[in-house]
Nanobody
Framework: VQLQASGGGLVQAGHSLRLSCAASKDTFSTYSIAWFRRAPGKEREVVAAVNWSGSSTYYADSVKGRFTISRDNAKMTAYLQMNSLKPEDTAVYYC?????????????????????WGQGTLVTVSS
């Protein structure tokens, strides 16, 4: 599956952005999806993950209560709604997909577990 991330940009602290991850295959609904980010000078880290159906989600502690991951399998698209953005959220954000099949509730949080990656979209939060 090919992934196309979009929605990044420059925003002021406290504002919101919504990232989208559009997939190319109609088997999108069988993939677990995650958002990762890499900030300047830092390691890549998982931000949020969702299982194939959207029934299970995972959030990094740093974004809990501010970010929401969701998916629309009919549109073959996943989203990351980011509210109350902080300067420390500045990073390149990547969406990733891992084949999961139907029925699992696990949210995968390790980058090595993911087989497919989007190109990244830059989010810059000014103070």
């Amino acid at each position: 599956v090919q992934l196309q991330a979009s929605g990044g940009g420059l925003v002021q602290a406290g504002h919101s952005l919504r990232l989208s991850c559009a997939a190319s295959k109609d088997t999108f609904s069988t993939y677990s999806i995650a958002w990762f980010r890499r900030a300047p000078g830092k390691e890549r880290e998982v931000v949020a993950a969702v299982n194939w159906s959207g029934s299970s989600t995972y959030y990094a502690d740093s974004v809990k209560g501010r970010f929401t991951i969701s998916r629309d399998n009919a549109k073959m698209t996943a989203y990351l709604q980011m509210n109350s953005l902080k300067p420390e959220d500045t990073a390149v954000y990547y969406c990733a997909a891992k084949g999961q099949g139907v029925g699992g509730s696990v949210c995968y949080t390790e980058a090595v577990q993911y087989d497919h990656w989007g190109q990244g979209t830059l989010v810059t939060v000014s103070s």
